[in-house]
């Protein structure tokens, strides 16, 4: 199994900023696809941030203008900005890598972010 190591969650009050972090090991050919979920007591998971091996991005509605995500090719790791967080935002984010040749699709243990009012 391939360890995903994520980092940056945390307890900050509405308004305020974090940045989380997702490293893969190196060993790992190609990923594709590096991307953010979360999921908020009861509910599902739902997709905050996505980003491609060239660049292109996708962002849940609820985080458009307020999350930014970046990826690192050379170090195999993922960045996601959160800016102007909300109580809503709180939950346990979730780091995925994808690859296509090979197939592959890994899942980090989460990390928890609560953001307080």
């Known amino acids: 199994q391939v360890q995903l ?4 969650g945390g307890l900050v009050q509405a308004g305020g900023s974090l940045r989380l972090s997702c490293a893969a090991p190196g060993s790992i050919p190609s ?3 590096m991307g953010w ?3 908020a007591p009861g509910k599902q998971r739902e997709l905050v941030a996505v980003i491609t091996r060239i660049g292109s991005t996708n962002y849940g509605d609820s985080v ?3 999350f930014t995500i970046s990826r690192d090719n050379v170090k195999n790791t993922v ?3 959160m800016n102007s ?6 939950g346990v984010y979730y780091c995925n890598v994808q690859g296509l040749l090979p197939h592959f699709d890994f899942w ?5 972010v609560t953001v307080s009012s």
């Open 5 to 8: 190591v994520e980092s940056g």
């Open 79 to 81: 960045y996601l900005q």
């Open 31 to 33: 990923i594709n696809v």
């Open 108 to 112: 980090g243990q989460g990390t928890q």
């Open 37 to 39: 979920y979360r999921q």
């Open 64 to 66: 458009k203008g307020r």
């Open 85 to 90: 967080l909300k109580p809503d935002d709180t």
